[in-house]
């Protein structure tokens, strides 16, 4: 059974303290894995999308990373407004849904 | 472009009564999920419709059920709900049906709470 396992649940940082978010998985064949975040009270904002182990994708203070067992979302120089629940998903091969994990809650601190 | 929309934002039922909820898809999107999150939880996968077919179903039982209308919007319906239902509903849309490997754009999701 295809799984996600995010770590920590929890990250408290100062803001301007660079730190990393894990996701490890096992799927039957990726077909993608997926990065959102989630403010308080609404749905998931898509970040990105990796397909293959090596794939490296950045969006501002963002760098996530991919290899066969685990992805990890990097935070440089975080702000307080990057505050918010980090969720990691994984799409296999010939499934139409995507398994989420549980998420990383991340505060930055001013 | 119009994003997700769902309707209600909250909703506040008794255990065996009956819900509908409802959700626009974006613009140009021919497939809605449905995703069920726990406080504290990922979101879990309901199902997904694509072209007015249901296209894939997670593991909940008979009782969540759902439709797609021409217009790619969507309802999930709920019947004899019980407490565990208590939960943020959330509809994503896609374009892409079968071919997967696509991002999903989630609306806020309605917060049911069952008493």
């Known amino acids: 059974e295809d799984q996600v396992t995010q770590s920590p649940e929890a990250l408290r940082l100062q803001e301007g303290e660079s730190s990393s978010l894990n996701c490890s998985y096992t799927v039957s064949g990726l077909r993608g894995l997926f990065w959102y975040r989630q403010d308080p009270g609404k749905g998931p904002e898509f970040l990105f999308t990796?397909?293959?182990a090596g794939e490296e994708k950045e969006k501002e203070r963002l760098k996530a990373t991919l290899t066969k067992k685990e992805s990890f979302l990097h935070i440089t120089a975080p702000k307080p407004e990057d505050s918010a629940t980090y969720l990691c998903a994984v799409q296999a091969r010939g499934n139409n849904d995507m398994r989420f994990g549980a998420g990383t809650r991340l505060t930055v601190k001013p | 472009e119009t994003g997700v929309t769902q309707s209600p934002t909250h909703l506040i039922k008794t255990r065996g009564q009956q819900v509908t909820l409802r959700c626009s898809s974006q613009?140009?999107?021919?497939?809605v999920s449905w995703y069920q999150q726990a406080l504290g939880q990922g979101p879990q996968f309901i199902f997904q419709y694509y072209r007015e077919e249901e296209n894939g179903r997670g593991n909940f039982p008979p009782r969540f059920s759902g439709l797609q209308f021409p217009n790619y919007s969507s309802e999930l319906n709920v019947n004899a709900l019980e407490l565990d239902d208590s939960a943020l509903y959330l509809c994503a849309s896609s374009l892409g049906g079968t071919a997967g490997g696509e991002k999903l754009f989630f609306g806020s999701g309605t917060q049911l709470s069952v008493l």
């Open positions: 613009s140009g999107h021919n497939t």
């Open positions: 990796l397909y293959s």
